[in-house]
């Protein structure tokens, strides 16, 4: 084998580890596999639905969710009659026949989103006594279930939610507003089953540090821990006011605030009641998957955790550092440092950016860490789209930086303009797998040898 064939043969091995890594980390919360399993522990043998079962739920795994569901009910409840209606990010649909599946805008609310919370909202206030409703719910599910309180308008929503984006706030605290502003969200989906008589049992697929179910997807079936103050206190914050926030959403808070309106659920309203939040997968065992990859591959892998936020430039950056010290100590063995979590990227108003948070953070990553050639990494959102354009992420390696020196691209130009997919474009560097139909969160994989 010649000098050039063996530097090939490396390229493409250290590309394959990480995109495999990856791949590993996705397949782990397979909706296909998880569901099945989990419906069989909550509806055990002579344990299973009797009568109406609704299915309703929300998010970018819930169409897989619906369609696993349905195959299993088909040869587990024979006897059971199956209806309902989950909503999904467009392009993330999935073959079913009894549930019906609504795809909407995401992050940004749209017409389509509301008219199919309004749906599933109408179809809970028809569960009866000993019905069952089966919430599937995923990432995604707090914007998708936009269905505002009366006097709130759906271009509201829109506003206050672009407006949140671009603050630069986390999710968790975007969700603790959108909570407030909702009818379905925030456990006001389960209130209405409770009212009913209805047992209420939620499937959730984490992609929120904590994996709490009052934050993913803004618990609609969970209890909450946020209040109007809170929501107005984030507001004021990140300095959002009636500039940026429409006067119909300030007052609704306001009157929440004055007792005038009625809170999320809380746990004094599960008193008795059947309701119980299932979280089937998170990102940790995502990761504890892409570690038990990277082992068998020869790599030590430090996992770094799964609740890794701010603003994902700075991310890059405190990793490189990290990853530097590591190297300085000297290495024994080729070491996979593997995170999670949800990064920011704040814009300024007059730049429009083309990316996502995982080529963001991968691109500051890479210019941070030009004194270390040997260095190949991977970001990408398991649910395969990241922010504005359609990949998942991006990688690199020595070869895909030597690349960029002979382009001339320069690192810090691109990351001024929020540019990152540019960056990676150019250097055919994109991760593109499509969506993935589940959604546990952001992936990181750094592999560091001598």
């Given at each position: 084998m010649t000098q050039n064939s063996t530097l090939l043969s490396?390229?493409?091995?250290?590309?394959?580890?990480?995109?495999n890594a990856f791949a590993a980390a996705v397949a782990v919360a397979d909706p296909q596999i998880i569901v099945p399993q989990y419906l069989a522990k909550i509806f055990p043998v002579g344990q299973e639905p009797t009568g109406k079962c609704l299915v309703v739920g929300a998010g970018k795994a819930s169409a897989s969710m619906a369609s696993a569901l349905e195959a299993y009910a088909k040869t587990h409840w024979p006897q059971v009659r199956l209806e309902g209606v989950v909503l999904t990010r467009y392009g993330h649909n999935s073959p079913t026949n009894c549930i019906k599946i609504v795809e909407a805008g995401h992050p940004v609310p749209d017409q389509a989103g509301m008219d199919g919370a309004k749906e599933i909202l109408g179809l809970t206030n028809q569960l009866k006594q000993g019905d069952v409703l089966i919430a599937l719910v995923s990432g995604g599910g707090s914007s998708l279930l936009t269905l505002p309180q009366e006097g709130i308008s759906i271009e509201d929503m829109r506003r206050t939610t672009e407006a949140l984006l671009r603050s630069g706030a986390p999710i968790e605290e975007m969700n603790v507003v959108r909570k407030h502003l909702s009818a379905i969200l925030g456990g006001n989906l389960a209130r209405v089953a409770i009212e009913r008589g209805a047992r209420v049992e939620a499937l959730l697929i984490s992609d929120v540090t904590g994996d709490s179910p009052a934050d993913i997807a803004s618990g609609p079936c969970a209890a909450d821990y946020s209040t109007y103050l809170d929501a107005l206190n984030i507001l004021e914050k990140y300095r959002l006011d009636e500039q940026s926030i429409p006067v119909s959403v300030l007052n609704h808070l306001k009157q929440g605030l004055a007792g005038e309106k009625p809170e999320t659920l809380k746990d004094i309203d599960l008193v008795s009641a059947q309701v119980a939040n299932h979280v089937i997968a998170t990102a940790f065992k995502s990761l504890e998957a892409?570690?038990?990859?990277?082992?068998?591959?020869?790599?030590?892998?430090?996992?770094?955790?799964?609740?890794?936020?701010?603003?994902?430039?700075?991310?890059?950056?405190?990793?490189?550092?990290?990853?530097?010290?590591?190297?300085?100590?000297?290495?024994?063995?080729?070491?996979?440092?593997?995170?999670?979590?949800?990064?920011?990227?704040?814009?300024?108003?007059?730049?429009?950016?083309?990316?996502?948070?995982?080529?963001?953070?991968?691109?500051?990553?890479?210019?941070?860490?030009?004194?270390?050639?040997?260095?190949?990494?991977?970001?990408?959102?398991?649910?395969?789209?990241?922010?504005?354009?359609?990949?998942?992420?991006?990688?690199?390696?020595?070869?895909?930086?030597?690349?960029?020196?002979?382009?001339?691209?320069?690192?810090?130009?691109?990351?001024?303009?929020?540019?990152?997919?540019?960056?990676?474009?150019?250097?055919?560097?994109?991760?593109?797998?499509?969506?993935?139909?589940?959604?546990?969160?952001?992936?990181?994989?750094?592999?560091?040898?001598?």
């Open positions: 490396q390229i493409a091995s250290k590309e394959a580890i990480l995109k892409a570690a038990e990859y990277v082992r068998a591959q020869g790599y030590d892998p430090i996992i770094l955790g799964d609740t890794i936020t701010g603003e994902a430039q700075e991310v890059g950056i405190e990793q490189a550092a990290l990853v530097r010290d590591y190297f300085a100590r000297g290495l024994s063995k080729p070491l996979a440092f593997i995170s999670g979590g949800e990064c920011t990227v704040t814009i300024a108003a007059n730049i429009k950016g083309r990316g996502g948070r995982c080529s963001e953070y991968l691109l500051s990553l890479f210019a941070a860490s030009e004194d270390l050639p040997q260095l190949a990494a991977l970001a990408a959102d398991t649910d395969g789209i990241d922010g504005s354009e359609k990949n998942a992420g991006a990688w690199f390696d020595g070869v895909v930086r030597q690349s960029s020196q002979i382009a001339g691209l320069v690192p810090d130009k691109f990351l001024s303009l929020h540019d990152c997919y540019g960056f990676f474009a150019e250097l055919a560097a994109l991760v593109e797998t499509g969506p993935t139909l589940t959604n546990v969160n952001d992936f990181r994989i750094i592999l560091l040898e001598k």
